[in-house]
């Protein structure tokens, strides 16, 4: 008893230094998914790379050079969240402030300039941001407490919601209160309020052929509206997003509805009719998270799986458009599902390699090192790790020099120590190396008979 009381001392001691040996590694807190281009944010640290299209700066790292793999945004640090729009990205700063950087031709950066930039600048006035939402030309953010709404940008078919159609450099109040959730489309932006209802305002029509698209869920073939109206039909909303035209609700206990263009099946129905009012997702009764893109829509599980339906971009390994929804193979674990404004899409996953993509990829927009389109997901990847430096504690340390990104290696130990656990290269080339532990005295293995780890080398 005595032997077992003082190795159980011994091992709540290596634990206590464990935990604060172990650090904190590097992960993917939140993806984005722009036009031509994607993003992640790091943790902890709050860093953001991003990739491909970047001919308007909307990298964000100082150039105008597109790149095939992550490359660092500029003087970005302690960032909470982020969102892009077709050329246009944003991050969400500590006090909820918000920087922008890339395309400005509308003001969309609103920092009270036309001025392109490839760097991050500040949006004048936004505090207490809990959200910001973005798409082609235009940028909402939601404030809190209070659940108020701002926005600016392209305003010639209402999508501001100021009640005008003037264009705005610089965030203009939207006449809502308490909103929970906001979501800016091509032309189109609406919003979740507390009760669960939904509010839109911007334009009900395509932009390409001037149809009524319906997009607005008010059941009206009213062209725009340049304030606030109803989607009919709608009490249990919780979050909302709106893709170019159409958009898609996801309801308490998990049901999803969508309205607008249907023509490539977007709304999951089972049909390619255009609805102006809500319709369900046929099949989808637990879905977690939805998310919206130029004609297609998806949903995660709680299962971690994800499903697609719309275009012909569905990640399913086909070229087909389905106007149900259809599984998107080899996807588990999902955290987080985005589809994007230019016919590509993303998922997190947890562990080191964290992100996969699929759709068009010119530009690389991917992330994957190539420009070939991809029917199925494949791995964002970035610089290798230098994996060849023997792990602590005596290790032969005979990994790769260059250990791709996503990938994992196993050292060999020198005689009398034992490995643990694998050198991982992760997504965005951050190496969590192996260890070498020498073998287990006496007293350890009596401690690891009842569950304890107990080396400092272990964690």
């Known amino acids: 008893m005595g032997i077992f009381l003082s190795c159980s001392l011994v091992a709540l001691l290596l634990l206590a230094l464990a935990t604060c040996a172990r650090g904190s590694e590097i992960s993917v807190g939140q993806i984005a998914v722009g036009g031509g281009h994607a993003c992640a944010l790091l943790m ?38 982020i969102a892009l729009g077709r050329h246009n990205s944003y991050a969400l700063m500590p006090g909820g402030k918000i920087k922008a950087w890339g395309y400005n031709h509308a003001g969309q950066l609103g920092d009270g ?54 264009r705005r450099t610089t965030p203009s109040p939207v006449a809502i209160t308490n909103a929970i959730d906001v979501s800016a489309g091509s032309q189109t932006t ?56 159409h958009a898609c609700a996801l309801l308490n206990g998990g049901a999803v509805k969508c309205w607008g263009a249907n023509d490539h099946g977007q709304l999951g129905d089972g049909t390619k009719t255009t609805s102006n009012v ?15 893109g130029i004609s297609n829509s998806g949903c995660t599980l709680p299962d971690g799986s994800i499903k697609t339906w719309g275009n012909a971009h569905l990640g399913d390994g086909t070229s087909n458009i389905s106007n149900v929804p259809v599984d998107v193979p080899g996807i588990i674990n999902a955290i987080s599902l985005v589809l994007g404004k230019g016919h590509n899409s993303c998922v997190l996953l947890p562990g080191h390699d964290a992100i996969k993509c699929w759709g068009w990829n010119d530009s690389g927009r991917l992330g994957d090192g190539t420009t070939e389109t991809r029917l199925a997901p494949v791995s964002v990847r970035g610089p290798p790790c230098d994996a060849s430096a023997a792990p602590v504690n005596g290790a032969v340390g005979d990994c790769a020099e260059d250990l791709a990104s996503g990938s994992t290696c196993q050292p060999t130990c020198e005689k009398g120590y034992a490995v643990s656990g694998w ?22 293995k009596k401690l690891a008979r009842f569950g304890f780890r107990v080396r400092v080398d272990d964690f």
């Open 44 to 81: 902890p640290g709050g860093t953001i790379k991003c990739w491909g299209h970047n001919d308007h700066g909307s990298l964000g790292d100082g150039t105008t050079t597109t790149s095939l793999t992550p490359v660092d945004v500029f003087g970005i640090v302690n960032a909470t969240s």
């Open 423 to 444: 050198s991982s290269c992760h997504t965005f080339g951050f190496l969590t190396a192996a260890r070498c532990r020498v073998e287990l005295s006496c007293c350890e």
């Open 113 to 166: 300039t036309l001025n392109t930039r490839t760097k991050p600048v500040d949006v004048v006035g936004i505090v207490n941001a809990s959200k910001v939402s973005a798409d082609s030309a235009h940028a909402c953010a939601l404030l809190n407490p209070g659940g108020t709404i701002k926005c600016w940008g392209y305003n010639n078919d209402g999508r501001v919601g100021d009640g005008s159609y003037t």
């Open 278 to 292: 809500p319709v369900d997702v046929v099949g989808i009764e637990t879905a977690t998270s939805i998310s919206v």
């Open 190 to 245: 609406c919003a979740v309020l507390l009760g669960g209802g939904i509010k839109c305002w911007g334009s009900n029509s395509r932009w390409d052929d001037g149809t009524i698209a319906g997009q607005l869920g008010d059941g009206t073939i009213t062209v725009a509206r340049n304030t606030p109206v109803d989607v009919v039909s709608i009490a249990t909303a919780t979050s909302v997003a709106v893709g170019y035209w």
